[in-house]
């Protein structure tokens, strides 16, 4: 009964192949067309999964550059402004300068 029933799936599956086979060469269009939309989802998924690490990698580099610019700034100010304004006068220069007279 066992070997009976391997039979019938094998004649079927083969059937089924040889049915499918008869349409791609009745309809090789159509097989291209399947077969390009395939390739364009086989081809674009990988960049769809990467984007979102590529928007956080820019962003993570935008904010380390952007905070490199700040100190840059802070420091030229410090050397060249406040460093000035102490030479020439007794004004003390303060972060806390909403609490110093």
Known sequence: M?????DTLLS???NSLRTCFQYC???PVV???LFLVLALIVSIYPLYRIT???FESAAVEDATL????IREFRTLYTSEVVARVKKYSDMKV?????HTP
């Open 66 to 69: 952007f905070s490199k610019a």
């Open 94 to 98: 303060t972060h806390e300068y909403e």
């Open 31 to 33: 097989v291209l067309i």
């Open 12 to 14: 079927s599956v083969k």
């Open 2 to 6: 066992s070997q009976d029933n391997n």
């Open 25 to 27: 060469l009745n309809k």
């Open 52 to 54: 979102p690490a590529l």
